[in-house]
């Protein structure tokens, strides 16, 4: 399966410097950051620094070294902003909409952790 970076998407351009954002962790693979239209109270997106399309990209072609520092990331992250699911925490989703059925709007892998408040239904019932 082959996957076609666009290094002109959003997320390119703000690893690059190129467009702010508020900063949540930065890694050595890693960055997260405040979704600018926040859909929670929490709503942080967690992105690996390389070239990832999406979720699959990223599980299939990421070193080691990438996907621990990126998974760990993740969890720091819910630390950080105090929705972790230990220590007694309330707790979050993730979500890494992909490719077209996922309705995935920026082709750079990203993971949303969204949490503050209680978060109902993760999809419509059908019929
Ligand atoms: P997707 O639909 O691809 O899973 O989610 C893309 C997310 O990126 C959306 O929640 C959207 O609000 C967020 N987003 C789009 N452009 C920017 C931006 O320039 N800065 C930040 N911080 N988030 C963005």
Known sequence: MTYSYDDQNIFAKILRGEIPNKTVLETKHALAFHDIQPQAPVHVLVIPKGPYVC????ALHATPDEIVDFTRAVGEVCKLVGVQAGDNGDGFRLISNSG?????????????????????RMLQKVG
């Not at 979720?55 to 990223?58: E, R, S």
């Not at 077209?100 to 109902?120: A, I, K, M, S, T």
């Open 55 to 58: 979720y699959d990209h990223f």
């Open 100 to 120: 077209d059925n996922g309705v995935q709007e920026v082709p750079h892998l990203h993971v949303h952790v969204l949490g503050g408040r209680r978060l109902g």
